[in-house]
């Protein structure tokens, strides 16, 4: 059950900051009049507190679960199958949920290159 959790808490984060770093992008079209790009504006210069710095460490956190969910998945998948259960194949939510916010950063970085979100987050 635990790992299950873990899997899904691990899965969910890069979609998590993508969805973060969109929102804040979306409050500085609301203040500047226009998407946002590569430091135009400073998302540090934006009125939205802490909102920044949380976004930048839910970048960082999605950047770490691109290593370790393999890891803990392979390891709950193992322990599971050591037990006789078919968790691999009853329990894919959050392998689908790991792949949908890996291809929305893949998609975001590859349209828009260096003018990307990711790019305009850390500038």
Not at 10 to 25: C, E, H, K, Y
Not at 86 to 95: D, P, S
Request: proline share 5%; net charge positive; with cysteine.
């Amino acid at each position: 059950m635990i790992g299950r959790i873990a899997l899904y808490g691990l899965a969910s984060l890069p979609l998590w900051a993508f969805g973060m770093v969109v929102a804040l992008a979306c409050f500085s079209l609301r203040v500047t009049g226009r998407w946002p790009r590569y430091a135009q504006p400073d998302p540090k210069s934006l009125p939205a507190g802490a909102y920044w710095d949380l976004c930048v460490a839910s970048v960082l956190g999605a950047l770490g679960a691109l290593v370790v969910y393999p890891v803990v998945a392979v390891i709950v998948s193992v322990r599971s199958a050591g037990r006789g259960d078919c968790g691999a194949q009853r329990h894919r939510g959050h392998v689908l949920v790991f792949i949908a916010g890996v291809l929305a950063w893949v998609m975001e970085t590859s349209i828009r290159g260096r003018a990307g979100l990711l790019n305009w987050i850390f500038d």
